[in-house]
Nanobody
């Protein structure tokens, strides 16, 4: 059974940076797409970023574009989210997710929807103070 474990969350001042990591254990899922979502109190889960299994396709939400960057290291079975220029509105629980996406075409709708991903981490809290 595969487990995803996030780390790297915490409290940071506005304008600061954090790097989230999500390591998979149990077996290799290097052929899975990976993504980050977040959920703030009282709000719906929101897509943040996604990356295809081979790095050919990378997608970031407009709200984080230019500030956040997703990357992966298949040898380490790990996906990362580098978060720079953090804002108070980035405060949320961040979840990593993984799912198998077949085919050779890349669709924003596929990579940005939660139901694409069958594996989820437990979440890590990110709090940005003003």
């Amino acid at each position: 059974q595969v487990q995803l474990v996030e780390s790297g969350g915490g409290l940071v001042q506005a304008g600061g940076s954090l790097r989230l990591s999500c390591a998979a254990s149990g077996r290799s899922i290097s052929n899975y797409a990976k993504a980050w979502f977040r959920q703030a109190p009282g709000k719906e889960r929101e897509f943040v970023a996604a990356i295809s299994w081979n790095d050919d396709y990378i997608l970031h939400a407009d709200s984080v574009k230019g500030r956040f960057s997703i990357s992966r290291d298949n040898a380490k079975n790990t996906v990362y989210l580098q978060m720079n220029s953090l804002k108070p509105e980035d405060t949320a629980v961040y979840y990593c997710a993984a799912g198998f996406v077949g085919g050779s075409a890349y669709y924003t709708s596929t990579y940005s929807r939660p139901r694409t991903y069958e594996l989820w981490g437990q979440g890590t809290q990110v709090t940005v103070s003003s």
